[in-house]
Protein backbone atom coordinates (compact mmCIF):
# COMPACT_ATOMS: atom_id res chain seq x y z
CA UNK A 1 0.00 0.00 0.00
CA UNK A 2 0.95 3.50 -1.27
CA UNK A 3 2.17 5.89 2.17
CA UNK A 4 3.46 9.40 2.89
CA UNK A 5 5.11 10.45 5.75
CA UNK A 6 5.93 13.86 6.75
CA UNK A 7 7.72 13.67 9.96
CA UNK A 8 7.34 17.16 11.23
CA UNK A 9 4.32 18.91 11.98
CA UNK A 10 6.08 22.29 12.33
CA UNK A 11 9.36 23.91 11.14
CA UNK A 12 10.52 26.81 12.00
CA UNK A 13 13.05 29.31 10.36
CA UNK A 14 14.20 32.44 9.99
CA UNK A 15 13.41 34.73 6.98
CA UNK A 16 16.50 34.50 4.76
CA UNK A 17 17.94 31.04 6.07
CA UNK A 18 17.25 27.92 4.27
CA UNK A 19 14.49 26.00 4.83
CA UNK A 20 13.78 22.01 4.30
CA UNK A 21 10.57 20.13 4.94
CA UNK A 22 10.76 16.20 4.89
CA UNK A 23 8.94 13.84 3.60
CA UNK A 24 9.56 10.14 3.15
CA UNK A 25 7.15 7.69 0.87
CA UNK A 26 6.25 4.07 0.32
CA UNK A 27 5.01 2.91 -2.65
CA UNK A 28 5.20 -0.35 -5.49
CA UNK A 29 7.20 0.49 -8.42
CA UNK A 30 8.35 3.97 -8.82
CA UNK A 31 6.39 6.67 -7.35
CA UNK A 32 4.68 9.96 -8.85
CA UNK A 33 6.20 12.26 -6.02
CA UNK A 34 4.05 15.72 -5.56
CA UNK A 35 4.43 18.73 -2.95
CA UNK A 36 1.35 20.88 -2.76
CA UNK A 37 1.09 24.65 -0.40
CA UNK A 38 -2.20 25.85 0.87
CA UNK A 39 -2.56 28.94 2.11
CA UNK A 40 -5.05 29.49 5.15
CA UNK A 41 -9.29 28.66 3.54
CA UNK A 42 -7.59 27.81 0.14
CA UNK A 43 -7.40 24.80 -1.95
CA UNK A 44 -4.13 22.92 -2.73
CA UNK A 45 -1.64 24.97 -5.06
CA UNK A 46 0.79 22.74 -6.64
CA UNK A 47 4.09 23.51 -6.43
CA UNK A 48 6.55 20.54 -8.03
CA UNK A 49 7.18 16.83 -9.24
CA UNK A 50 8.83 14.17 -9.66
CA UNK A 51 8.00 11.81 -12.43
CA UNK A 52 11.88 10.99 -13.75
CA UNK A 53 14.85 12.23 -14.68
CA UNK A 54 17.03 14.46 -12.42
CA UNK A 55 16.57 13.89 -8.85
CA UNK A 56 16.75 17.20 -8.38
CA UNK A 57 13.17 19.57 -9.22
CA UNK A 58 12.78 22.92 -9.28
CA UNK A 59 9.32 24.08 -9.09
CA UNK A 60 7.26 27.19 -8.18
CA UNK A 61 8.38 30.13 -5.76
CA UNK A 62 12.10 29.19 -5.37
CA UNK A 63 11.28 26.00 -4.27
CA UNK A 64 12.94 22.66 -5.44
CA UNK A 65 12.81 19.16 -3.90
CA UNK A 66 15.44 16.67 -4.22
CA UNK A 67 14.39 12.68 -4.70
CA UNK A 68 16.65 9.89 -3.41
CA UNK A 69 15.33 6.58 -4.20
CA UNK A 70 17.57 4.58 -1.39
CA UNK A 71 16.40 6.93 0.68
CA UNK A 72 12.85 7.00 -0.30
CA UNK A 73 12.69 9.80 0.29
CA UNK A 74 11.67 13.60 -1.22
CA UNK A 75 12.53 16.90 0.98
CA UNK A 76 11.16 19.88 -0.43
CA UNK A 77 14.03 22.94 0.22
CA UNK A 78 14.32 26.73 -0.20
CA UNK A 79 17.91 28.40 0.12
CA UNK A 80 16.13 31.33 1.27
CA UNK A 81 13.03 32.01 3.10
CA UNK A 82 10.52 34.39 3.30
CA UNK A 83 7.97 35.44 5.35
CA UNK A 84 5.18 34.73 3.00
CA UNK A 85 6.66 31.49 2.58
CA UNK A 86 4.98 30.16 6.06
CA UNK A 87 1.66 28.14 4.93
CA UNK A 88 1.08 24.36 5.28
CA UNK A 89 2.74 22.25 2.98
CA UNK A 90 1.52 18.51 1.62
CA UNK A 91 4.47 16.22 0.45
CA UNK A 92 1.91 13.23 -2.06
CA UNK A 93 2.78 9.97 -3.94
CA UNK A 94 0.57 8.28 -6.78
CA UNK A 95 1.60 5.50 -8.38
CA UNK A 96 2.58 5.17 -11.62
CA UNK A 97 0.18 2.68 -12.91
CA UNK A 98 -2.59 4.55 -13.99
CA UNK A 99 -4.92 6.35 -12.43
CA UNK A 100 -5.02 9.99 -10.63
CA UNK A 101 -5.14 8.59 -6.88
CA UNK A 102 -3.03 10.65 -4.79
CA UNK A 103 -2.03 10.06 -1.11
CA UNK A 104 -1.35 12.99 0.91
CA UNK A 105 1.00 13.13 3.88
CA UNK A 106 -0.85 15.07 7.35
CA UNK A 107 0.96 18.06 6.00
CA UNK A 108 4.00 20.30 7.71
CA UNK A 109 3.10 23.48 8.95
CA UNK A 110 5.97 26.43 7.87
CA UNK A 111 6.27 29.11 9.65
CA UNK A 112 9.12 31.99 8.66
CA UNK A 113 10.08 34.93 11.37
CA UNK A 114 10.77 38.10 10.12
CA UNK B 1 -3.08 26.30 -16.07
CA UNK B 2 -6.00 24.25 -15.62
CA UNK B 3 -8.63 25.66 -13.35
CA UNK B 4 -10.67 24.22 -10.80
CA UNK B 5 -13.60 26.17 -9.26
CA UNK B 6 -16.39 25.17 -6.37
CA UNK B 7 -19.37 26.70 -5.37
CA UNK B 8 -20.03 27.60 -3.20
CA UNK B 9 -16.75 28.78 -1.23
CA UNK B 10 -18.61 28.22 1.61
CA UNK B 11 -21.97 27.59 3.30
CA UNK B 12 -23.85 27.38 6.88
CA UNK B 13 -26.84 25.41 7.30
CA UNK B 14 -28.95 23.80 9.87
CA UNK B 15 -28.76 20.34 10.81
CA UNK B 16 -30.98 18.25 9.13
CA UNK B 17 -30.25 19.80 5.63
CA UNK B 18 -28.67 18.72 2.42
CA UNK B 19 -26.11 21.09 1.00
CA UNK B 20 -25.07 20.64 -2.59
CA UNK B 21 -21.04 21.67 -3.30
CA UNK B 22 -20.38 22.07 -7.38
CA UNK B 23 -17.47 21.11 -8.81
CA UNK B 24 -16.23 22.75 -11.97
CA UNK B 25 -13.41 22.25 -14.67
CA UNK B 26 -13.15 25.70 -16.45
CA UNK B 27 -11.01 25.30 -19.86
CA UNK B 28 -10.28 21.34 -19.63
CA UNK B 29 -12.61 18.33 -19.85
CA UNK B 30 -11.77 16.13 -16.65
CA UNK B 31 -11.27 12.47 -17.12
CA UNK B 32 -11.90 12.08 -13.37
CA UNK B 33 -12.83 14.18 -9.91
CA UNK B 34 -11.84 13.78 -6.87
CA UNK B 35 -13.26 14.69 -3.18
CA UNK B 36 -11.47 15.10 -0.87
CA UNK B 37 -12.45 16.05 2.88
CA UNK B 38 -10.07 18.02 5.39
CA UNK B 39 -10.34 18.60 8.92
CA UNK B 40 -8.68 21.35 10.53
CA UNK B 41 -4.94 20.70 10.84
CA UNK B 42 -4.89 17.84 9.19
CA UNK B 43 -4.54 16.33 5.53
CA UNK B 44 -6.49 15.73 2.79
CA UNK B 45 -8.02 12.52 3.17
CA UNK B 46 -9.66 11.08 -0.38
CA UNK B 47 -13.43 10.69 -0.18
CA UNK B 48 -14.33 9.30 -3.50
CA UNK B 49 -13.49 9.17 -7.47
CA UNK B 50 -15.72 9.57 -10.08
CA UNK B 51 -15.73 9.42 -13.93
CA UNK B 52 -18.15 11.07 -15.72
CA UNK B 53 -21.33 9.08 -16.38
CA UNK B 54 -20.68 6.11 -14.02
CA UNK B 55 -20.77 5.75 -10.22
CA UNK B 56 -18.43 7.12 -8.31
CA UNK B 57 -16.48 4.82 -6.12
CA UNK B 58 -15.87 5.53 -2.42
CA UNK B 59 -13.36 4.99 -0.11
CA UNK B 60 -13.70 2.67 2.92
CA UNK B 61 -15.62 4.04 5.74
CA UNK B 62 -17.63 7.35 3.69
CA UNK B 63 -21.19 6.77 3.70
CA UNK B 64 -22.83 6.59 -0.11
CA UNK B 65 -25.61 7.39 0.89
CA UNK B 66 -24.87 10.40 2.61
CA UNK B 67 -22.24 12.18 0.66
CA UNK B 68 -23.89 11.62 -2.85
CA UNK B 69 -21.66 12.41 -6.08
CA UNK B 70 -22.92 13.14 -9.06
CA UNK B 71 -20.33 13.67 -12.33
CA UNK B 72 -22.87 14.05 -15.23
CA UNK B 73 -20.39 15.58 -17.01
CA UNK B 74 -16.98 15.83 -18.14
CA UNK B 75 -16.84 19.58 -16.22
CA UNK B 76 -18.93 19.38 -13.54
CA UNK B 77 -18.96 17.07 -10.29
CA UNK B 78 -21.41 17.69 -7.01
CA UNK B 79 -21.34 16.25 -3.93
CA UNK B 80 -24.42 16.29 -1.96
CA UNK B 81 -24.32 15.98 1.85
CA UNK B 82 -27.39 15.23 2.98
CA UNK B 83 -28.97 15.67 6.20
CA UNK B 84 -26.24 17.35 7.40
CA UNK B 85 -24.70 17.14 10.98
CA UNK B 86 -22.41 19.65 13.23
CA UNK B 87 -20.13 16.66 12.52
CA UNK B 88 -19.98 16.88 8.90
CA UNK B 89 -18.73 20.60 9.00
CA UNK B 90 -15.45 20.35 7.09
CA UNK B 91 -13.73 21.72 4.42
CA UNK B 92 -14.05 20.06 0.89
CA UNK B 93 -11.71 20.26 -1.45
CA UNK B 94 -12.03 18.81 -4.98
CA UNK B 95 -9.53 17.71 -7.72
CA UNK B 96 -9.83 17.54 -11.40
CA UNK B 97 -7.48 15.17 -13.26
CA UNK B 98 -6.70 14.63 -16.94
CA UNK B 99 -4.75 13.43 -19.48
CA UNK B 100 -1.50 15.28 -20.82
CA UNK B 101 0.76 13.68 -22.78
CA UNK B 102 0.20 10.16 -21.58
CA UNK B 103 0.76 11.69 -18.06
CA UNK B 104 -1.90 12.25 -15.67
CA UNK B 105 -2.61 16.00 -13.76
CA UNK B 106 -4.41 16.99 -10.85
CA UNK B 107 -6.00 19.85 -10.27
CA UNK B 108 -7.70 21.44 -7.17
CA UNK B 109 -10.72 23.61 -6.36
CA UNK B 110 -10.42 26.06 -3.56
CA UNK B 111 -12.49 23.93 -1.17
CA UNK B 112 -15.62 24.55 0.01
CA UNK B 113 -16.14 25.56 4.06
CA UNK B 114 -19.05 24.04 5.52
CA UNK B 115 -20.47 24.87 8.46
CA UNK B 116 -23.36 22.75 10.21
CA UNK B 117 -25.20 24.70 13.11
Known amino acids: AQSVAQPEDQVNVAEGNPLTVKCTYS??????LFWYVQYPNRGLQFLLKYITGDNLVKGSYGFEAEFNKSQTSFHLKKPSALVSDSALYFCAVRDNTGGFKTIFGAGTRLFVKA | GAVVSQHPSWVICKSGTSVKIECRSL??????MFWYRQFPKQSLMLMAT?????????EQGVEKDKFLINHASLTLSTLTVTSAHPEDSSFYIC?????????????FGPGTRLTVL
Open chain 2, 27 to 32: DFQATT
Open chain 2, 50 to 58: SNEGSKATY
Open chain 1, 27 to 32: VSGNPY
Open chain 2, 95 to 107: SAGRLAGGLDEQF
